[in-house]
Every structure is written in structure tokens, then in C-alpha cells.
């Protein structure tokens, strides 16, 4: 698949994904995104356009900064540290097209254990 054909069906399933979910000032979207070089994730309140908090690879905390499942781990655990700090225990996950397994579920799992929950 050439890389332009599977940006292509990433942002088209994100379309549709993002037809069924919003995120709020109480339960914001977790948003995720994985570059070939760098993990990021961020909670975004739809309602207003704004960011509420935001980790990636590229964050001093998370020294690894490689895509791989480990740093998407310590993106995940490192999000929900921040969320925790800003009052929030509940958010929706945008898997952002990509599919539910590797870095995604990686991510995703760190931040339940640190205290998401989705």
C-alpha cells in the first residue's frame, strides 16, 4: 500500500469517526496521532476548540521518542498525569483512524492504568 493511499484511508475513516464523537469541558476527546518518528496525544474540548492537555514523544518526560509501543505506553501514562492535574477522570478516545491494536492499544491501556477512564 503506498504511502499515499493509506493517508488517504486514515483520514477518511478519522472523518467518520469523528461524525459519531465529541469531546466536552467534562469529558473531553483523547485524541491520538502517530507520525513515523513521533506519538502524540492530546484532550481537546470540541464545544470550544481547545486543547486541555497534550503529551508526545517530543516532551521531555518521555525521553524514548520513537514511535514504538513502549513510548506510546509512557505518551499514554504521561497524558493522564496532566489530565489528573487539570480536574479530568473522564474522557472519549478518538482512535483518530488508525486500528485498535500495537501503539494505539498501548497508549490507550497506559491510560486506563493511570487513571482514565474510557
Known amino acids: ?15 467518520r469517526i469523528r461524525r459519531k464523537i465529541s469531546g466536552t469541558a467534562a469529558r473531553p476527546r483523547l485524541a491520538v496521532h502517530f507520525s513515523n518518528q513521533h506519538v502524540y ?5 470540541d464545544t470550544c476548540g481547545s486543547t486541555l492537555a497534550a503529551a508526545s514523544t517530543m516532551d521531555k518526560s518521555v525521553a524514548n521518542g520513537k514511535a514504538n509501543q513502549e513510548s506510546a505506553a ?3 501514562a504521561a497524558l ?3 489530565a489528573k ?3 479530568i477522570e473522564s474522557v472519549v478516545f478518538d482512535r483518530g483512524g488508525f486500528p485498535y ?3 494505539v492499544k498501548a497508549l490507550a491501556d497506559a491510560a486506563r492504568e493511570a487513571g482514565l477512564n474510557f
Open 1 to 15: 500500500m503506498s504511502k499515499y493511499v493509506r493517508k488517504q484511508t486514515i483520514a477518511r475513516l478519522h472523518r
Open 41 to 45: 496525544a492530546q484532550l481537546i474540548d
Open 74 to 76: 509512557k505518551v499514554g
Open 85 to 87: 492535574s487539570v480536574k
Open 80 to 82: 493522564a498525569e496532566k
Open 101 to 103: 491494536h500495537g501503539k
